[in-house]
C-alpha cells in the first residue's frame, strides 16, 4: 500500500481561512497562499472603487496568470537562444574537426 505524505495546513488568503491537503512542505503551502493574499491585497488597492472579493480574486488572478505566461515566454526564448548558441558551436567544432582530416 502507498504511503501518502499529505500535509493539512490551514492558511488564510484574502481574511478567508482554508485547509490545504497537499503532498508539498507546509512552509511552500504557506508561502504560496501568502503570495495570492498578496496579489489580493495589490488589485484591491490598485482599484478605484471596493470590489467583491470574488472579482478581486478573479482579477489576481488573472495578474497571476500573466506573469506564469511571461515567464513561460523569457524562459522558451532563453531555451532558444541557448539551442541555437549550441547548434552553432556543435557546427563550428564540426568544421575544425573535418579541417583536420
Given at each position: 500500500?502507498?504511503?501518502?505524505?499529505?500535509?493539512?495546513?490551514?492558511?488564510?488568503?484574502?481574511?478567508q481561512?482554508?485547509?490545504?491537503?497537499?503532498k508539498?512542505?507546509?512552509?511552500y503551502?504557506?508561502?504560496v497562499?501568502n503570495?495570492?493574499?498578496?496579489?489580493?491585497?495589490?488589485v484591491?488597492?490598485?482599484?478605484?472603487?471596493?470590489?467583491?472579493p470574488?472579482r478581486?480574486?478573479?482579477?489576481?488572478?488573472?495578474?497571476?496568470?500573466?506573469?506564469?505566461?511571461?515567464?513561460k515566454?523569457?524562459?522558451?526564448?532563453?531555451?532558444?537562444?541557448?539551442?541555437?548558441?549550441?547548434?552553432?558551436?556543435?557546427?563550428?567544432?564540426?568544421?575544425?574537426?573535418?579541417e583536420?582530416?
Open positions: 500500500m502507498e504511503e501518502q505524505n499529505n500535509n493539512l495546513v490551514r492558511v488564510t488568503i484574502y481574511g481561512e482554508y485547509s490545504v491537503k497537499a508539498a512542505d507546509p512552509a503551502i504557506v508561502s497562499a503570495f495570492v493574499n498578496e496579489k489580493m491585497e495589490e484591491e488597492n490598485s482599484l478605484a472603487t471596493v470590489q467583491s470574488l478581486i480574486a478573479i482579477l489576481a488572478a488573472m495578474n497571476i496568470t500573466d506573469e506564469l505566461f511571461s515567464s515566454k523569457d524562459k522558451e526564448e532563453v531555451v532558444d537562444k541557448v539551442d541555437e548558441r549550441t547548434l552553432f558551436l556543435v557546427d563550428l567544432i564540426d568544421e575544425k574537426l573535418n583536420d582530416k
